[in-house]
């Protein structure tokens, strides 16, 4: 059963802008908080950028995005974005999100706190 749809990827070159999009086929009620991950070959998964999925809808990112990528919600339309402004090759990754029935907070990052995933998008930044 497909819960959560993204899109977006695609080839870029280093400096340019993607926006990446989930679409949340899942109850929202479930939803509590959404993140993005990324995972290159041969690396772990590692948590880009995530957010509360209602009330002020704190923000949480990476160090290596903070200034270039904006996680964002539209409620209208169960959708969650990441967009990516000044890529760079070492951002060359599948990239998924993913929801979490529980506010995480401070530990975002922890892949085994999701308990939903879509199938990533790939985005792929050359030099």
Not at 22 to 35: E, G, H, Q, R, T
Not at 45 to 70: H, I, N, P
């Amino acid at each position: 059963q497909v819960k959560l749809v993204e899109s977006g990827g695609d080839s870029v070159q280093a400096g340019g802008s993607l926006r990446l999009s989930c679409v949340i086929y899942i109850p929202v009620y479930s939803v509590n908080f959404i993140a993005w991950f990324r995972q290159a070959p041969g690396k772990e998964r590692e948590g880009v950028a995530g957010m509360f999925w209602t009330g002020y809808g704190e923000t949480y990112y990476v160090d290596s995005v903070k200034g270039r990528f904006t996680i964002s919600r539209d409620y209208a339309k169960n959708t969650a974005y990441l967009q990516m402004d000044g890529l760079k090759p070492e951002d060359t990754a599948m990239y998924y999100c993913a929801t979490s029935r529980t506010g995480l907070g401070g530990r975002w990052s922890a892949v085994d706190g999701y308990n939903a995933w879509g199938q990533g998008t790939q985005v792929t930044v050359s030099s």
